[in-house]
């Protein structure tokens, strides 16, 4: 059973500074990784998808990696900002287009 | 081009009763994916439609049912609701073969 888990569970960082979010899972046999945005009591927003077979994507000020062997994926924020507060949540799938998600990061950027 | 969209945003309902939710995919997409997310954690898979036809399905017990309509749109039905379903529900569409989900704005369900 594939589990996904996301450290840390809560990031407070002032503003302009550089992070980096963390994501793990269990089963390396995945199709895809995605990181999303949920701002609170929100739907979803898909931010970036990495497929098996890439090593990492970017858009924008994030920058997202894979290392499928180890069961890793990070995400890194440049230059943080206010409006980058929300909860970020990792999800992969496993080639049955169920998304298996991580409990999320709830980041908090400071003026 | 409207999102995926669901109805209604927020919905109170007392133990036993039965709720149904709806959700209406993006324009072009004929794939539903609905996920239950409880307060403080990630989205759980609970069942996915196709043609019609339930996919497959998570963990979730049969009070959870649903349905897909000929225009793609789809229902979650949830009978003799328990304090425990009070969560956000998502519905979820896609296009087969085409990775990205996109999400619904999702409903709110409050269970008393």
């Known amino acids: 059973k594939q589990e996904v888990t996301q450290i840390p569970a809560a990031l407070s960082v002032p503003e302009g500074e550089n992070l980096v979010l963390n994501c793990s899972f269990t089963?390396?046999?995945?199709?895809?990784l995605q990181w999303f945005r949920q701002d609170p009591g929100k739907g979803l927003t898909s931010l970036l998808l990495i497929q098996s077979s890439q090593r990492e994507q970017t858009s924008g000020r994030l920058n997202a990696s894979l290392d499928k062997s180890s069961g890793r994926s990070t995400l890194y924020i440049a230059a943080s900002q206010p409006g980058d507060s929300a909860t970020y949540l990792c999800a992969v799938e496993g080639g049955s287009e169920k998304l298996v998600f991580g409990k999320g990061t709830k980041l908090t950027v400071n003026p | 081009d409207a999102g995926v969209t669901q109805s209604p945003t927020h919905l109170i309902k007392t133990r036993g009763q039965q709720v149904t939710l709806r959700c209406s995919p993006k324009?072009?997409?004929?794939?539903v994916s609905w996920y239950q997310q409880a307060l403080g954690q990630g989205p759980q898979f609970i069942f996915q439609y196709y043609e019609e036809e339930e996919r497959q399905r998570g963990n979730f017990p049969d009070r959870f049912s649903g349905h897909q309509f000929p225009n793609y749109s789809s229902e979650l039905n949830v009978n003799a609701l328990l304090l425990g379903d009070s969560a956000l529900y998502l519905c979820a569409s896609s296009r087969p073969a085409q990775e990205t989900q996109y999400f619904g704005p999702g409903t709110r369900l409050l269970v008393l």
């Open positions: 089963d390396s046999a995945i199709y895809n």
């Open positions: 324009s072009g997409h004929d794939t």
